[in-house]
């Protein structure tokens, strides 16, 4: 029963350097999301996908792409890395009736970028 | 936009104890509401929601919270406090019904000391 997975769990990067975060659920789940969550300010949605192939941004994504060819995948990319994208990524992902589902969470992927 | 205020960013309580940990929120329309929990190096776990009906809601743990409207606050309880209830709560609300954006208040880190 492995729920939401996240790869990789730990990471560090060069400033300007590539890379991709992936997320796989198993629970057929329509909707997910990326987020970060810094000190002291709890978790910001970065971009979310309704479905396959859609995309949508959220609070805080400058800097990020991200892209749902799967139904059970959900890719976040950084282009060129930045010091201040230093953080813990957690991606979710929920139901989609209506709004009342709560989200399923990975157990993040700790990034640094020096 | 919606919004959530953790106004604790630490709470302390004897084991044995009641807790409480405050939440309140702003959405233009019907708040729904969540509670998760964060236990180190690991992702949010739902605790518990409020989506409608009655005031008072039970959720996992032993954990409760009491939905004021007046004051719009989601408070979070437990009637006896256990050393293994230390960890990182997290409030958060989505607008009801079309909200696909869920916001999540800062975090209050609960000690349970024994």
């Not at chain 1, 400033?15 to 659920?25: D, I, K, V, W, Y």
């Not at chain 1, 890719?75 to 990524?89: H, I, K, M, N």
């Not at chain 2, 104890?17 to 405050?22: I, M, Q, S």
């Not at chain 2, 939440?23 to 190096?41: D, R």
Request: charged share 15%; proline share 5%.
């Amino acid at each position: 029963n492995a729920g939401v997975t996240q790869t990789p769990k730990f990471r560090v990067l060069k400033t300007g350097q590539s890379m991709t975060l992936l997320c796989a659920q198993d629970m057929n789940h329509e909707y997910m999301y990326w987020y970060r969550q810094d000190p002291g300010m709890g978790l910001r949605l970065i971009h979310y996908s309704v479905g396959e192939g859609t995309t949508a941004k959220g609070e805080v994504p400058d800097g990020y792409n991200v892209s749902r060819l799967k139904k059970q995948n959900f890719l976040l990319g950084l282009e060129s890395a930045a010091p201040s994208q230093t953080s813990v990524y957690f991606c979710a992902s929920s139901f989609r009736q209506y709004s009342n589902q709560p989200q399923h969470f990975g157990d993040g992927t700790r990034l640094s970028i020096l | 936009a919606q919004s959530v205020a953790q106004p604790e960013d630490q709470v302390n309580v004897a084991e044995g104890n009641p807790l409480t940990v405050k939440c309140t929120y702003s959405v233009s329309g019907n708040p729904y509401l969540f509670w998760y929990v964060q236990y180190p190096n690991r992702g949010l776990q739902f605790l518990l929601k409020y989506i409608t009906g009655d005031n008072l809601v039970k959720g996992s743990y032993g954990f409760e919270a009491e939905f004021n409207k007046s004051q719009t606050s989601f408070h979070l309880k437990k009637p006896s406090a256990l050393v293994s209830d230390s960890a990182l709560y997290f409030c958060a609300v989505r607008e009801g019904f079309v909200g696909n954006d869920m916001r999540f208040g800062a975090g209050t880190r609960l000690t349970v000391k024994p």
